[in-house]
């Protein structure tokens, strides 16, 4: 059992860069993978990245490699996700999400739990 809260979205300029947290609730944060969505309007919901609850290994979709960093403290209870050079094509609802085990599947209905999601807005 675990709850999040994503937080750090807003309305930015092309090129800027965001860092979004998830926030977690529970004392066995470490043994959750957790994952990053994106859904944009009319659009089904996209992986961006993963790591696994150790922060040993990581996978990022390839529509976003090499601009976001998926990392996570686990004495915070948090994972973020840095985003650097943004794209008006990066805006969405920005989701976290988890589930238990050592995997990073890229399918949303793999993550048992989610967040509310944060607005990631870009303009040109």
């Known amino acids: 059992q675990v709850q999040l809260v994503e937080s750090g979205g807003g309305l930015v300029q092309a090129g800027d860069s965001l860092r979004l947290s998830c926030a977690a609730s529970?004392?066995?944060?470490?043994?959750?993978?957790i994952g990053w969505f994106r859904q944009a309007p009319g659009k089904e919901r996209e992986f961006a990245a993963a790591i696994t609850g150790s922060a040993g290994r990581t996978y990022y979709a390839d529509s976003v490699k090499g601009r976001f960093t998926i990392s996570r403290d686990n004495a915070k209870n948090t994972v973020y996700l840095e985003i650097h050079s943004l794209k008006p094509e990066d805006t969405a609802v920005y989701y976290c999400a988890a589930r238990g085990g050592g995997l990073l599947p890229t399918s949303p209905n793999r993550y048992a739990y989610w967040g509310q999601g944060t607005q990631v807005t870009v303009s040109s």
């Open positions: 529970g004392r066995t944060f470490s043994d959750y993978a």
